[in-house]
């Protein structure tokens, strides 16, 4: 992504934009920049998009094969994790993109591919979760009797 795409991203009106550096006054504002952050991400970053769809894919096939409920929420909180790395990595990324600008520099590309390997470690695991909690009723679905 580049430098003048993130700056289209920037507060609109000049009283957000002289507020934006200071901690938030009220909840609501709190809240407010943190919907900011996640609309941010489902508009410009294809893989929260895609861990986005996926993750409502799998509450959903949870719903269809009626697992439990301790199930479910580990199922919730593993696509919790795998989106709040998401966030990290573009929060991570527009840091050092703001501090090294167009110009390459090792130490960011370490920065950059070290927050996208949490984001892929954090899918594995979440991957890793899906077949052990859906696969059983699944086999059962097939085959009855069998799981």
Same mark, same amino acid.
């Given at each position: ?65 009626? !697992?439990? /409920?301790?199930? +479910?929420?580990? #199922?919730? =909180? ?7 790395? %998401? $966030? ?32 892929? !470690?954090? /899918?594995?695991? +979440?991957?890793? #979760?899906? =077949? ?7 086999? %059962? $679905? ?6």
């Amino acid at each position: 992504m580049s430098i003048s795409s993130n700056l289209q991203s920037t507060p609109k009106s000049k009283k957000e934009s002289k507020t934006a550096w200071q901690v938030a006054p009220n909840l609501f504002t709190s809240f407010r920049y943190a919907w900011a952050g996640i609309l941010y991400a489902t508009k410009t970053q294809r893989n929260f998009r895609i861990h986005l769809v996926i993750g409502l894919v799998a509450l959903s096939l949870g719903v269809v094969l009626h !697992i439990q /409920a301790l199930e +479910a929420a580990v #199922v919730t =909180v593993t696509i919790s994790a795998v989106l709040v790395m %998401e $966030l990290m990595n573009t929060a991570l990324e527009s840091v050092v993109d703001l501090t090294v600008g167009q110009t390459y520099h090792e130490l960011a590309k370490i920065a950059k591919d070290c927050a996208a390997g949490a984001v892929l !470690i954090s /899918a594995i695991a +979440a991957l890793l #979760v899906a =077949v052990f909690v859906y696969l059983p009723p699944c086999l %059962e $679905l097939l085959h009855p009797g069998i799981a």
